[in-house]
């Protein structure tokens, strides 16, 4: 006869696939929390708290484990150059030296009686260097795989490429238009995606598993994993037609009671929305495992959620933090490990035996070092000032399987396709303009000059990394540019569009970049080409902060029509800006807004850092 225990366990072991949980939580009302804030507040956080650490305060036995946790790799198979090679000033990234990393701190627990469970936080793909992106991320998957990533929420990157492409990539098959690229399959990802609030619109069901339940010793370990509510307006709409996303804080909380239904007390948050540390004249430059002046939209998110959630998993803003915030009736260990695969977040954890509920939970950031250390607290350099890589801390079996992408992709990648004078960065003034920003909006307008564009518009989410003249991808010359340095800045393969406005509709455009206007919830200053100036004053009212908009000099006319160039990503309505649908007689350039890129690099002398005085911020 089974013992009545082990029943229940197997039971809990199906919910992983989400057919039980799902007819039982559709007998389940949603409950709604207390009205967030207007503003975010601000949490509370003692200076030296770092790691964070919570104890619960619970007596008796107690089974111990390990979390593993990153959040945001985009597919940083290689490791980050120019100004992103390095968090504070320790070069770290790269998939091989995160494999090691991993191994290396499973050893550690394991040494203690530690079972480590490897969790993710979402946009593991999309937004990723050619090396994965020319694949359709199938490296990443394979890498992650390879890794020994377990389970892992998704992120609004993981619909870059449509709700029907994220299935794909769960469950492997070759992809419909370009097939299996690398001759041997994809097998998807062994590694669970939760997405319980993307919903299906027809079924009114998570288009993939809510939850997940794993084992530490015989005590259950429940996962809820989702992105962030906001997805809409910062994808593609076209590729997710069919899904809503819900509320996270509701959807977290519907979930988690069910798991607590099935005696599941000990429960993690993995959710793809994230704050920020900020500095203070203290604290000038947090510290990886920090908590200084935090902020953000997931402080209001922990506020509101049930206390069996003593871990929250972070991600989106690639930053950095370790933090203990206020839940619903207790207090969260919260977490962010950057981006980019360059930190690990090491969390030890205890669960009471007799309550089934986390005992103590500490997290502290891990940096994943991939430099060769000069024995004076710095790290070597070769001659043009890029970090020596060392050899001896790569992961051998990852770096096999990431150096077959890197040999299929090197004769595209390594191509030299034009020349830059000097850096350019996509870091923004107070103006909220940058020099990157005007060259590529600038390079799409020179690409659309067939559509008689006159004005060109780029998001400033949409640009992903720097140009660093000194970077050497492929072997090239200071100051030249490979396609694959130009792919990693613009990775998104969108179309670029020319559409007809009226002045009076382009003013509303560029109102939009506003909360308050026009639905518009984040503030975004689109990037704009040559001969396009304005100011906008903070102060003024929504839909009023615009003026002084001119073209070359001449005032806009609010009556009379002007050819715009966006992406299709904007033209669609991305980023909240809805206005950017109302243009008419839309037509399509060849190629991607990469192609644009390229050819501008590659049109004459060495391009130079746009301007970035474009527009002015009196106010």
């Known amino acids: 006869m089974d013992h009545p225990r082990r029943r229940g366990w197997a039971v809990l072991r199906h919910l992983a696939v989400p057919a039980l949980a799902l007819a039982v939580v559709a007998t389940l009302p949603m409950t709604r929390p207390e009205q967030a804030p207007a503003s975010t507040p601000v949490a509370k956080y003692l200076p030296g708290m770092a790691p ?65 469970l490897t969790v993710g936080a979402g946009d593991l793909i999309g937004g990723t260097p050619l090396v994965s992106a020319a694949f359709h991320d199938e490296p990443t998957i394979e890498l992650m795989n390879e890794v020994g990533l377990q389970v892992s929420s998704v992120g609004n990157h993981e619909f870059d490429e449509g709700v029907d492409e994220l299935i794909r990539m769960q469950r492997g098959g070759c992809h419909p238009t370009d097939g299996c690229q690398d001759g041997d399959g994809f097998k998807g990802a062994k590694f669970t995606y939760l997405a319980a609030n993307t919903i299906n619109k027809k079924t009114g069901l998570p288009i993939l598993p809510p939850i997940d339940i794993k084992f530490v010793n015989g005590t259950p370990v429940g996962f809820v994993g989702l992105t962030l509510e906001g997805t809409p307006g910062i994808v593609n709409p076209a590729g997710i037609k069919t899904v809503r996303f819900a509320n996270e804080v509701e959807t977290a909380n519907k979930w988690g009671n069910v798991l607590k239904l099935f005696g599941v007390k000990a429960q993690v948050l993995l959710v793809h929305q994230g704050g920020q540390q900020n500095v203070s004249e203290q604290v000038p430059v947090p510290g990886v495992s920090d908590c200084n002046a935090f902020a953000g939209p997931i402080v209001p998110i922990v506020a509101g959620l049930n206390p069996e959630f003593s871990l929250v998993v972070s ?41 089934g509920r986390f005992a103590e939970v500490t997290a502290k950031n891990v940096v994943v070092e991939n430099g060769v250390s000069d024995g004076k607290g710095g790290w070597l350099r070769d001659a043009a000032g890029v970090f020596l890589k060392n050899p001896a801390t790569v992961d051998a079996k990852a770096k096999k399987v990431a150096d077959k992408y890197r040999t299929a992709v090197a004769p595209i990648a390594n191509k030299v396709v034009g020349s830059i004078a000097a850096d350019i960065t996509r870091t923004a003034g107070a103006n909220g303009e940058s020099p990157l920003g005007d060259v590529i909006a600038d390079a799409q307008l020179a690409w659309t000059t067939a559509s008689n564009a006159q004005i060109a518009l780029m998001n400033p989410g949409g640009i992903r990394a720097d140009f660093d003249a000194e970077q050497s991808s492929g072997g090239e010359a200071n100051g030249q540019v490979t396609y694959g340095e130009a792919f990693t800045v613009q990775p998104f393969n969108n179309l670029v569009v020319t559409q007809t406005f009226t002045g009076a509709q382009l ?40 003026t002084a908009l001119a073209l070359n000099g001449t005032p806009i006319d609010p009556a009379a029509n002007y050819q715009v160039t966006t992406n299709d990503f904007l033209a669609n309505g991305g980023d909240g800006f809805t206005n950017l649908t109302l243009g008419t007689g839309r037509t399509t350039a060849p190629g991607f807004d990469v192609d644009a890129l390229v050819g501008y690099l590659g049109a004459g002398a060495p391009v130079v850092p746009g301007p970035a005085n474009r527009i002015t911020k009196i106010g």
């Open 52 to 116: 964070a650490s919570v104890s619960y305060g619970l007596s008796g036995k107690t089974v111990k484990g390990q979390f593993l946790s990153y959040n945001d790799f985009h597919g940083a198979i290689d490791p980050p150059g120019g100004s992103g090679a390095a968090v504070n000033g320790t070069p770290a990234g790269g998939v091989e030296y995160l494999a090691t990393y991993l191994k290396k701190l499973r050893a550690e627990a394991a040494a203690e009686g530690r079972k480590t």
């Open 315 to 355: 991600g989106h803003t690639h930053r950095f933090y370790s933090c203990t915030l206020p839940n619903s009736q207790g207090t969260s260990v919260v977490t962010s490990a950057g981006s980019n695969g360059q930190l690990i977040t090491d969390i030890d954890y205890a669960i009471n035996q007799r309550t």
């Open 507 to 546: 003013k509303n455009v560029l109102e939009q970049q506003f909360v308050g206007f026009g639905g518009q919830t984040t503030q975004r200053i689109l990037q704009v080409s040559a001969g396009l100036t304005y100011s906008w004053n903070s102060t003024a009212p929504a839909g009023s902060k615009v």
